[in-house]
């Protein structure tokens, strides 16, 4: 099962450089490749209206493949990330209202920030990065959400180097990959 990580990975990344702060993590401003890996156990949070429209046996097939995946070795995934002063500037706000991130400590080269989500999806966490030089991080990433036996849980681990100071294209992430919409195609 191939979770979005790369997805959950940048916005953890830059929750963590752009948390409020006097002090803030010193790195570089540009490209990072970042290696990451993650574990997970137990059943991702659905949505309830997803959840109804399951029949028993749908259900029962989903938690038999999601258990099955999470006892495969994870894969490292590497993907690039460009950091920019506006991500280091403008404060994190999360898409939901009911999870907050809390800045527990941040230094020049270490910061932790603890997560935490009280509506109708329950959950808490905590972020861990380091950055040994501006140009290298480590992180750890430690999940939970829901309760009992199917409780999410996600750890993982993450590493980043810095490539330079030219994001190139990784600006461009959220633009179509046809960008030369005004050529003629040859015939």
């Known amino acids: 099962m191939n979770i979005p990580r790369s997805m959950a990975l940048a916005a953890l990344l830059l929750t963590t450089l752009s948390a409020a702060g006097a002090e803030r993590l010193n790195v570089k401003l540009g490209l990072w490749e970042m290696t990451s890996i993650m574990r997970f156990s137990g059943v991702p949070p659905l949505p309830k209206e997803l959840v109804d429209k399951m029949t028993p046996e749908q259900r029962a ?77 480590t992180g750890e990433l430690d999940l939970k959400t829901g309760e009992g036996p199917d409780a999410f849980t996600l750890k993982g681990k993450i590493k980043g180097r810095w490539l330079g100071p030219d994001c190139g294209d990784e600006d461009d992430d959220d633009m179509d990959d046809d960008e030369n919409t005004d050529e003629i195609p040859e015939q």
């Open 61 to 137: 097939k989903m938690i038999a493949d999601l258990k099955a995946a999470a006892a495969e070795e994870p894969e490292e995934e590497v993907s690039s990330e460009c950091i920019t002063q506006e991500d280091l500037d403008k404060p994190f706000s999360s898409a939901d209202d009911d999870c907050t991130q809390t800045v527990v400590r941040t230094t020049r080269n270490t910061q932790e920030i603890r997560m935490s989500c009280t509506g109708k999806i329950k959950g808490s966490g905590l972020f861990r990065v380091t950055t040994p030089t501006p140009e290298t991080m």
